[in-house]
């Protein structure tokens, strides 16, 4: 898996990310298996109103990330080797947005401080 950034910060809110970040949260947490196929780009692109391209795009970066294979005839499927995050993670994770959700917090401001605190953690490798 690749882990340079693949956007800028000014391009993190376009809904080629949304997507991206949507698709690639519901692999790691395992909910979408190894092999499982995924939507195609024009059925995707349909159920969230964006462009073909756009959706076409995202599925491009979750394939850069080694997460998924496209095929023309087999679609699109979850790679076999996309890693996913340890249930010690996921049921963290999980604590952490039942919290927040029932003490009200904005989601997006969880997500912020998040990332603040991890990219603070990569200083001192972490």
């Known amino acids: 898996m ?19 970040r949507q698709l690639r949260g519901l692999i790691l947490s395992g909910q979408l298996g190894a092999d499982e196929r995924l939507p195609t ?21 979750l394939e850069q990330d080694g997460l998924v294979v496209s095929r023309t005839a087999a679609g699109t499927r979850v790679s076999a080797s996309a890693a996913v995050l340890p249930g010690s993670v996921i049921r963290r994770i999980r604590e952490l947005v039942d919290e927040a959700d029932a003490t009200g917090a904005d989601r997006e401001d969880v997500l912020n401080v998040l990332r603040v605190v991890w990219q603070a953690g990569d200083g001192e490798g972490a």
């Open 41 to 61: 780009v024009r059925q995707t692109a349909a159920d969230l109103g964006v462009a073909p391209g756009t959706a076409a795009k995202a599925y491009k970066m």
């Open 2 to 20: 690749t882990t340079q950034p693949l956007v800028s910060s000014s391009d993190a809110s376009s809904p080629t990310i949304a997507i991206y």
